[in-house]
């Protein structure tokens, strides 16, 4: 048996060459994609198990019941939800921004903790005392203790620095320094606390565990109890927001399906050489061709009442249209009451057939004959009050519109 048997021999051609391109694409993207979970990834991100990623130290403070949680919003929607529980961790964040530098202002004026590494971890801090380093080390500097902070007894810690502190502010404490030059950096801004590092390094996969380098982390932390912690992702490139899930490999495909489409339907129309003539119109069938199949219809779907319901609703709209009181709800013997009011000369069995056919409407082992005759009798009680309202028909006798009503029914 042939694969795709029923489809014509060039779609199946066609469908074969398009899947065939398609898992080759998929296999080359594979291979070729560079991983980003690689040691040679800078990035300290919690997402990333290689050397320079953070993912360690984040699982680390989950299993110690520390409340953490990535933040991959803009950092201005923390800003807004800010208090003095509030512990943000900016490791390595890379932004300008000026709203991503009044978000972390906003955080600290509140009372919130902030730990940020790196250069452009110290250009959003109030301040902006970073500075590039003097000296620039290739390999880990152990870290001088310096002062009688509580941090800075953390104990034997190792970074490699990428960034310097600008020295000379009496309310910038320098914890721990390398080579001379400042590498933690503790102050306080508004209500809130600023633990500033000059790389990342400490809390890295490949170098948190060495000596007392996570010392230093969760000494710069603070205490766990009473405090909600956030580890910023949204500054290491991609910022989430309600309008980012509209984008991704969906509006990818968007952008590019859409045009492929609109030119398959160019393509299409364009083949047409000649003018294309119109469908003949289908030969409409006599009306009693169509009284003939409407009335096997309902016969063969057994729906006697539902003609009879048509009949009757019809019959309430019309009748309450000449009594004044269109668009009212009202039953049989309310509609009856209504109509004796308006048409005084109205036939004797009025009340009587409507409420026979309210019945058989909503019932379901009506019979065909009795449906007809229903039917019938609310045509005949319509005439009866159309005729009455036209002039000279209100000196129409009782007795004349019984008899009709009986021949008809006849």
Same mark, same amino acid.
């Given at each position: 048996?042939?694969?795709?048997?029923?489809?014509?021999?060039?779609?199946?051609?066609?469908?074969?060459?398009?899947?065939?391109?398609?898992?080759?694409?998929?296999?080359?993207?594979?291979?070729?994609?560079?991983?980003?979970?690689?040691?040679?990834?800078?990035?300290?991100?919690?997402?990333?198990?290689?050397?320079?990623?953070?993912?360690?130290?984040?699982?680390?403070?989950?299993?110690?019941?520390?409340?953490?949680?990535?933040?991959?919003?803009?950092?201005?929607?923390?800003?807004?939800?800010?208090?003095?529980?509030?512990?943000?961790?900016?490791?390595?964040?890379?932004?300008?921004?000026?709203?991503?530098?009044?978000?972390? /202002?906003?955080?600290?004026?509140?009372?919130?903790?902030?730990?940020?590494?790196?250069?452009?971890?110290?250009?959003?801090?109030?301040?902006?005392?970073?500075?590039?380093?003097?000296?620039?080390?290739?390999?880990?500097?152990?870290?001088?203790?310096?002062?009688?902070?509580?941090?800075?007894?953390?104990?034997?810690?190792?970074?490699?620095?990428?960034?310097?502190?600008?020295?000379?502010?009496?309310?910038?404490?320098?914890?721990?320094?390398?080579?001379?030059?400042?590498?933690?950096?503790?102050?306080?801004?508004?209500?809130?606390?600023?633990?500033?590092?000059?790389?990342?390094?400490?809390?890295?996969?490949?170098?948190?565990? @060495?000596?007392?380098?996570?010392?230093?982390?969760?000494?710069?932390?603070?205490?766990?109890?009473?405090?909600?912690?956030?580890?910023?992702?949204?500054?290491?490139?991609?910022? /989430?927001?309600?309008?980012?899930?509209?984008?991704?490999?969906?509006?990818?495909?968007?952008?590019?399906?859409?045009?492929?489409?609109?030119?398959?339907?160019?393509?299409?129309?364009?083949?047409?050489?000649?003018?294309?003539?119109?469908?003949?119109?289908?030969?409409?069938?006599?009306?009693?061709?169509?009284?003939?199949?409407?009335?096997?219809?309902?016969?063969?779907?057994?729906?006697?009442?539902?003609?009879?319901?048509?009949?009757?609703?019809?019959? =309430? /709209?019309?009748?309450?249209?000449?009594?004044?009181? @269109?668009?009212?709800?009202?039953?049989?013997?309310?509609?009856?009451?209504?109509? =004796?009011?308006?048409?005084?000369?109205?036939?004797?069995?009025?009340?009587?057939?409507?409420?026979?056919?309210?019945?058989?409407?909503?019932?379901?082992?009506?019979?065909?004959?009795?449906?007809?005759?229903?039917?019938?009798?609310?045509?005949?009680?319509?005439?009866?009050?159309?005729?009455?309202?036209?002039?000279?028909?209100?000196?129409?006798?009782?007795?004349?519109?019984?008899?009709?009503?009986?021949?008809?029914?006849?």
């Amino acid at each position: 048996m042939r694969f795709l048997s029923s489809l014509d021999a060039k779609d199946r051609k066609l469908l074969l060459w398009c899947l065939g391109i398609g898992l080759t694409l998929a296999v080359l993207t594979g291979f070729l994609l560079p991983s980003a979970n690689d040691n040679d990834n800078p990035l300290p991100s919690t997402y990333l198990s290689g050397r320079h990623g953070a993912r360690a130290a984040y699982e680390t403070l989950l299993r110690s019941n520390y409340p953490i949680e990535r933040w991959e919003r803009p950092l201005s929607e923390l800003a807004e939800t800010a208090g003095p529980e509030t512990v943000v961790i900016l490791a390595q964040p890379f932004t300008r921004e000026g709203s991503d530098i009044k978000a972390v /202002r906003t955080i600290l004026e509140r009372g919130g903790r902030v730990l940020s590494t790196g250069f452009w971890g110290g250009f959003i801090l109030p301040g902006e005392a970073s500075e590039t380093p003097k000296e620039f080390n290739f390999s880990a500097c152990k870290l001088e203790p310096e002062g009688l902070n509580a941090l800075a007894g953390s104990g034997e810690v190792w970074m490699v620095p990428q960034a310097s502190w600008q020295v000379g502010n009496p309310a910038h404490r320098v914890d721990y320094s390398c080579a001379g030059q400042p590498a933690v950096v503790e102050y306080d801004w508004g209500k809130g606390h600023v633990v500033w590092w000059a790389n990342s390094t400490p809390l890295e996969n490949g170098s948190l565990a @060495r000596a007392q380098d996570l010392d230093l982390f969760l000494n710069s932390l603070g205490p766990r109890e009473g405090h909600r912690f956030y580890w910023d992702e949204s500054l290491h490139g991609e910022v /989430r927001s309600n309008w980012s899930y509209a984008s991704g490999p969906s509006l990818t495909l968007l952008q590019i399906g859409l045009p492929v489409l609109g030119l398959l339907v160019l393509l299409s129309f364009s083949r047409r050489s000649g003018p294309v003539r119109e469908l003949p119109a289908p030969a409409r069938a006599t009306p009693v061709e169509f009284l003939q199949a409407l009335g096997s219809l309902y016969s063969n779907a057994g729906a006697a009442s539902a003609a009879v319901a048509i009949a009757w609703e019809r019959f =309430r /709209r019309q009748s309450l249209r000449l009594c004044g009181l @269109r668009g009212q709800q009202m039953s049989a013997s309310e509609l009856a009451a209504a109509i =004796r009011r308006r048409f005084p000369q109205a036939d004797d069995s009025l009340e009587a057939d409507l409420e026979a056919c309210q019945d058989a409407a909503w019932g379901e082992s009506t019979l065909p004959r009795e449906a007809l005759k229903l039917i019938q009798k609310l045509h005949g009680h319509l005439e009866s009050l159309t005729a009455a309202i036209k002039p000279g028909g209100q000196g129409m006798r009782s007795e004349e519109l019984h008899f009709k009503q009986k021949e008809r029914a006849s």
